[in-house]
């Protein structure tokens, strides 16, 4: 069920995402351990409001929080922390701006999902190996599974991914595959073991020219008659 600090917890995410930050460089910069920062920007504990704002202004986000009780944000000092003072309630929050079509990876949420997701949308070649016994009921034939009965490898070549139709659910991925025949497919991300990915070569990429030819000229040929 989601939480009405969800939307806060995406701008803070979104916004270390956008300015290339990992959570050791947020941390450094506002003096928080680095595991508490991950925790509670992951949801996984309590951010309080003072918090927000002092994670607000380290990646300068001012201007997309506005209405906090007319205050301005406090200054910025070396190494300080929120306390736990409680201020007014947020009162509208801007929408960061961002292409979401861009295939960023987030550290805040399944591993298996964002580097699968990635895959698909950077238009690289995968080849992912799950846990077969985890596969019951997945959609692959019984009889592939019999022939893999520990690990099943699946490639998926870029040339095909529109054809794959991947979705990205949040307990599995839902695939089309080509078996005895097509088949929609669904792999838990728990059964994912390994993923593998290979950039394509560029068919775009500039070729060499081959030396200009110089003007034709006249051909002897000997001909019996």
Do not use: Y
Request: charged share 25%; glycine share 8%; hydrophobic share 40%.
């Amino acid at each position: 069920m989601a939480r009405p600090s969800d939307p806060l917890l995406k701008l803070l995410r979104d916004a270390l995402l956008k300015r290339g930050l990992s959570t050791i460089d947020l941390a450094s910069k506002v003096g928080m351990d680095r595991a508490e920062l991950k925790k509670r920007l992951g949801g996984a504990a309590d951010l309080t409001i003072d918090q927000f704002l002092i994670l607000a202004q380290a990646l300068d986000l001012q201007k997309d929080v506005v209405g906090l009780a007319g205050k301005e944000f406090p200054p910025e000092e070396d190494g300080a922390v929120a306390g736990e003072e409680s201020v007014s309630a947020v009162h509208t929050l801007r929408a960061s701006s961002g292409d979401s079509s861009t295939p960023g990876l987030d550290p805040f949420e399944n591993p298996a999902r964002e580097l699968v997701r990635g895959g698909f949308g950077w238009g690289l070649d995968m080849f992912l190996q799950f846990d077969a016994a985890l596969l019951a009921g997945s959609g692959v034939p019984d009889s592939v599974l019999r022939k893999f009965p520990e690990t099943l490898p699946i490639r998926l070549e870029s040339r095909w991914h529109r054809h794959n139709r991947p979705d990205f659910g949040d307990e599995a991925l839902s695939v089309t595959l080509s078996f005895d025949a097509l088949r929609v497919c669904s792999f838990p991300w728990a059964a994912l073991r390994t993923v593998s990915f290979t950039i394509p070569v560029d068919a775009s990429a500039p070729v060499t020219p081959e030396p200009p030819q110089g003007p034709a000229r006249p051909v002897l040929r000997l001909v019996k008659e």
